[in-house]
């Protein structure tokens, strides 16, 4: 009976962090924005559809000890994906709180804002590249 109410617990919370954030992609409007970039509005479906099997795949990966039979080349190509996704995220969060027009009226930039957030992205493939190529962080 104790396994039932830690099921229906753990369930419950699932969803309630689910739907925060999903709450979040639509409020920071990062799906519209892909949608409206790509001009692929007649395959909504299919973007519901993807964000639905990644939230799952994701959950059961991360809360079963599972290992997939996957080259190296697969797992780079899959780890590009997921950087460009969360980087899109920080970016969308950035420009819904306003950071570069404040940042940049504070230090009295005027020109190169273009080139500040390139310098940033490079900066984040470079240090984040480094951190996995030399295995950082790891015990």
Same mark, same amino acid.
């Given at each position: 009976m104790g396994q039932i109410w830690i099921s229906l617990?753990?369930?419950?919370?699932g969803f309630i962090v689910a739907g925060g954030v999903v709450a979040l992609m639509v409020g920071l409007g990062i799906i519209t924005r892909y949608i409206g970039i790509t001009h692929t509005a007649d395959k909504i479906f299919r973007y519901e559809d993807a964000i639905l099997l990644g939230s799952v795949?994701?959950? !059961? @990966?991360?809360?079963?000890?599972?290992?997939?039979?996957i080259g190296v080349w697969i @797992?780079?190509?899959g780890g590009l994906f997921i950087g460009v996704f969360v980087g899109s995220w920080i970016m969308a969060l950035s420009e819904v709180i306003n950071v570069f027009p404040v940042y940049c009226r504070r230090l009295g930039v005027t020109k190169g804002l273009s080139w500040i !957030?390139?310098?940033?992205? #490079?900066?984040? #493939?470079?240090?984040?590249?480094?951190g996995f190529y030399m295995r950082w962080g790891k015990g």
């Open positions: 617990i753990g369930f419950s919370s795949t994701g959950t !059961v @990966l991360t809360v079963y000890d599972l290992s997939l039979p @797992l780079c190509v !957030v390139i310098a940033m992205a #490079v900066g984040k #493939v470079v240090g984040s590249t480094l």
